[in-house]
Nanobody
């Protein structure tokens, strides 16, 4: 069974940092694009950052210069380094992977979500 497992969320003060990880496991042939999304209470899920198989990254304007997405292809893992955190970054963060697995030649898989709370 293919699954994504996230870790690294928690409570941090404004201006602090957190590093999220998301590891894919199971019978995986290839991971194409990775993405991090977030959903705050009462709001729609929004895209935060993406990274292609070749390493090209894209960020939503609100996190540019503060967040960095990276990937380790050997470990089928994606990271989100979050610096200078603000209260408005508070949300449940989800990872998504576009993968070729034994289950499908190409499909999106989602993690279970990890809570990030920025508060003093």
């Amino acid at each position: 069974q293919v699954q994504l497992v996230e870790s690294g969320g928690g409570l941090v003060q404004p201006g602090g940092s957190l590093r999220l990880s998301c590891a894919a496991s199971g019978s995986i042939f290839s991971v194409y694009d990775w993405g991090w999304y977030r959903q705050a209470p009462g709001k729609q899920r929004e895209l935060v950052a993406t990274i292609t198989q070749g390493g090209s990254a894209m960020y939503v304007d609100s996190v540019k210069g503060r967040f960095t997405i990276s990937r380790d292809n050997a470990k089928n893992t994606v990271y989100l380094q979050m610096n200078s955190l603000k209260p408005e970054d508070t949300a449940v963060y989800y990872c998504k992977a576009d993968m070729h697995t034994v289950e499908a030649p190409r499909a999106d898989y989602w993690g279970q979500g990890t809570q990030v709370t920025v508060s003093s």
